[in-house]
């Protein structure tokens, strides 16, 4: 596994040298028939109009339309792979999570459009069940909290911003095939009204996914498989519907309406190593409504507020064998959660180098489990908000900073019992000259306890106070330096008070504490026909107490992604990923991986465009959880036809 980092190292290098840069991300594609969704994106840091250039105080990271497109995503989950410092794995539940700078998926708020949308129960979110189809941006906040983010953000954020039309009449179909009998099929529908001043607009988008299960690698052949060919129990169906409504004043502000909805059923494919359980997902919905204003009438004055509900439900069956039938059936659980949540930006421009934010949210999270089918339903529910009082100023043309205080809070239903804690931030960046900036940020972070932890039947402890954090981030960009971007990141955190459990059945307790070291390195540029993105990320996480490897973190990773467009429509793709092995848990470790994933796409007039996926080419047998193989070969050939 040397040889492949040293390899990998080595092409980063060699194309340093070779390659040249584009300018920074633009919000859209000139030419594109969608646009940002403003209603969707959070208050980040006041003032981007107040910092100089395109840099930021904190390590951010976005994925813009381009490269989506360019990359023919279809799942959420594999666009976020390019992000330096993340780790993205699928296991356990066959949910895809995310692992950033070595916290835990329940520590990394996920929003869309704003909205978090992490589950109430545990505190994380599946991304593969999130709607790829009309994505604009993914921002990913790493080094400061956004104001935007709410009150458990303790390593960071991830905010999915959605499209709208840009266009007075939008049409796009995305069709595709490919192993396993899997089909995907998109429609997306918009259109712009114009009258005057105002406009309006509507978009829908429906995604219906279906698959009879992923092909495993003819390279081994573990128990859990059945004999097709393909990983056993690991079928899925579901159904992904949005629905966007809109007015824009361009002198008032704006007004939107959001409604989703989302169902599945998917097996669970048994684990082959540790305990081998046998689930599957019998029913899985969600839907949500989401409204929000923006006014900015007033020159000074930039104020946006967002109401929104979001409604959970899933059954899970665990069975005796793989059988999966009801006569073999061990329980039967069920949850039933909402979330009902209201924020507030208010942007304040003293003066043209000063700046002022308040943002406050409010978010009640109810649940309802059975753990059978005959047990009695049990009811929690959990209230928590933030304020945050933000301030940032330009103190020089080359010297900017800022600073906030965030006030959190939880409450588990009786106002009289509240926990609180105060969360300092501070930011500062300086550009050395027009190229070169360097970045600084220190913070205290936090997240309250889950659902789960509070009052699992088995392990909850209703006495349970918050993780907190203390985070350092010093970077250095670089842009335009022979016409390439570079930015590194060396990065710092020490955890205490973490919530932990010594195993299945023993009460949880803020006991764990961590510290992580690391750096960041990325380079992005292009010639006139060959773009590329590249990244590496050298992550040391360790116990407190006995300094330890954490499970779960990989030490090394690595991300390449080449396009290469020759012309006649014609794009050619190739990313690659490298991940070192990481410790598990009871002594068991998972070996390191390197994958290789192709694309080829041909624009055939002005509105058709065919492509071809080939995932895993070289049919690589890996795990990114201990016990759960990863798909082998994958090819999928689709069409999209945009009007």
């Known amino acids: 596994m040397k040889v492949v980092f040293l390899s990998g190292l080595l092409t980063f290098a060699l194309i ?120 604009s941006t993914i921002n990913v906040y790493k080094g400061l909290t956004p104001p935007g983010a709410g009150a458990n953000a303790m390593a960071g954020a991830v905010n999915i911003v959605s499209s709208a039309p840009a266009s007075q009449n939008y049409m796009r179909a995305d069709i595709s095939y490919s192993s396993g009998e899997t089909s995907h099929l998109g429609l997306t529908s918009g259109r712009r009204f114009l009258k005057r001043n105002d406009e309006y607009y509507y978009l829908i988008s429906v995604a219906k996914n279906k698959s009879d299960g992923y092909p495993i690698s003819k390279k081994t052949h573990p128990s859990g498989y059945d004999d097709t060919g393909l990983r056993d129990n690991s079928d899925y169906d579901n159904l992904n519907l949005n629905y966007k409504l809109g007015y824009l004043n361009h002198s008032l502000g704006e007004l939107g309406l959001s409604l989703g909805y989302y169902r599945s059923e998917k097996g669970i494919p048994p684990a082959e190593k540790g305990r081998i359980d046998y689930r599957r997902f019998d029913d899985w919905r969600r839907w949500f409504i989401d409204a929000s204003a923006r006014l ?34 061990n329980w039967y659980s069920t949850h039933d959660n909402w979330a009902l949540g209201f924020n507030l930006d208010i942007n304040y421009k003293v003066s043209k180098n000063k700046q002022i934010s308040f943002t406050t949210q409010v978010r009640s999270e109810s649940i309802s489990r059975q753990a059978d089918r005959d047990e009695p339903w049990l009811y929690s529910r959990l ?31 009786q106002f009289d019992d509240i926990q609180s804690v105060l969360n300092p931030q501070l930011g500062f960046q300086t550009s050395l000259n027009d190229n070169v900036a360097l970045r600084f940020s220190i913070l205290r972070s936090s997240r309250f306890p889950t659902v789960h932890e509070l009052y699992s039947q088995s392990s909850g402890n209703s006495e349970l106070k918050s993780e907190n954090a203390t985070k350092v981030d010093f970077g250095l960009d670089i842009t335009q330096f022979f016409k390439q971007d570079f930015k590194t990141t060396l990065f710092y955190s020490k955890s205490k008070d973490l919530i932990y459990r010594k ?45 330890n490897r954490l499970e779960e973190i990989p030490r090394h990773r690595f991300f390449m992604m080449l396009n290469y467009n020759p012309g006649l429509g014609i794009n050619l793709g190739l990313s690659f990923l490298s991940v070192s092995e990481r410790p598990w848990y009871d002594n068991y470790t998972v ?36 016990g759960f193989s990863m798909p082998g070969r994958q090819i999928s050939t689709g069409i999209k036809l945009t009007l």
């Open 503 to 547: 195993g299945k059945g023993f009460k949880y307790q803020n006991r764990a504490s961590s510290y992580t070291r690391g750096i960041e390195l990325s380079l992005n540029g292009n010639l006139t026909r060959i773009s590329y993105n590249s990244s590496y990320t050298f992550t040391d996480s360790k116990d407190g107490e006995t300094d």
């Open 383 to 413: 209230v928590s908000g933030s304020t945050i009082l933000g301030y940032a100023q330009t103190i020089s043309e080359w010297f900017s900073v800022y600073l906030s205080l965030n006030t959190s809070y939880l409450t588990h239903g």
């Open 591 to 626: 070996p390191s991986y390197a994958t290789f994933n192709g694309q080829f796409s041909k624009q055939l007039g002005n509105h058709l465009l065919f492509y071809v996926n080939v995932d895993n080419i070289f049919d690589t047998f890996y795990y990114e959880e201990y």
């Open 296 to 329: 900015k009438k007033y020159s000074k004055w930039d104020i946006m507020a967002k109401v929104y509900y979001d409604d959970y439900y899933n059954t899970l069956a665990d069975y005796m064998d793989d059988g999966y039938s009801d006569e073999r059936l």
């Open 16 to 135: 340093t040298g070779l390659t040249a840069t584009e300018p920074p991300d633009t919000l859209f594609l000139r030419g594109d028939s969608l646009k940002v969704y403003y209603l969707g994106k959070i208050v980040v840091y006041p003032g981007a109009d107040i910092n100089p250039g395109y840099l930021s105080v904190t390590s951010a990271f976005c994925i813009n339309r381009k490269t989506l497109k360019n990359s023919n995503y279809e799942d959420l989950s594999d666009a976020l792979k390019m992000v330096p410092g993340m780790d993205i794995t699928t296991g356990y539940k066959s949910q895809a999570s995310l692992k950033l700078r070595g916290f835990q998926p329940k520590h990394t708020v996920v929003l869309v459009d704003g909205r978090p949308v992490n589950e109430p129960y545990y505190g994380y979110i599946d991304l593969s069940s999130l709607l790829i189809d009309d994505i």
